[in-house]
């Protein structure tokens, strides 16, 4: 995958060594992106790849970080230029733009569903989980590289649509999906846990007061993590955008734990 990568010409193999260089020596946001837009320039304008090669390289690339991430954990060596791509690599995809001739669709899938109450949630505690200790096999993954397929398209649907809605919310924040996850859970729980969400907000049926009850909590609910969570503070406080999109999510997350809540209790008196 490395070798189809390279002979693209996205990215020259200075341009990654300076960016890990400088990544590592724990230079800021703004000095590294100038080394990581010149490849998507190149992407995007200069070699003019026609949009089936942009696409191609695309999930290769994507492919590469994915499989490596996986693969850095369980090996006992290390391959440093392997090591060196992954990093490039995964400041560089956000930037890469292709044109997804189901972009429509997705953009209507996705504003359909919560991708927020995908994630963590701990349901006991102090308790043992008991492994299978016979003998068992894991399947691999498919080791051939993919690429662009016409008619065929080598993608998972959630994956598109948690990538899209990263890529279109969540470019500033550094937090990987996963901990974004957890996070989101983590303020639900701190608004379900606040003095004000029974009276004023469970059990509020006016929706305009629950709206300003809600967002008070989140107020209250954020500036109280903001030590913890400073970037996440950051862009809530500072970007408009985010701050919607975050605060819209609050809210279909707490409407679906109310009515979970309440078809567990109609079920318990039945």
Known sequence: MKAALDQVGVYEWQEVEDFVTRYFAGDDAQALSPLVDKAAERFNQQLELTEKDKIDFKIKARQFVKIYSQMASIMPFEIIAWEKLFWFLKFLLPKLKITDPDQDQLDALLEAVDLSSYGLERTKLNHSIDLDASPSELDPQNPNPRGYRDGDPDKDPLDEIIRTFNERWFQGWSATPEEQRVKFINVVNSIRSH??????????????????????????????????????????????????????????????????ECKASAEHVG
């Open 195 to 260: 003095p004000d969400y029974s009276e004023k907000y469970a059990a509020n049926t006016d929706p305009y007061t629950r709206e300003l009850a809600l967002d008070k909590m989140l107020q209250d609910v954020m500036l109280k993590r903001r030590k913890e969570e400073l970037e996440l503070y950051k862009l809530f406080a500072s970007d408009p955008a985010f701050k919607t999109a975050w605060s819209q999510s609050i809210e279909q997350m707490l409407s679906e734990k109310l009515d979970t």
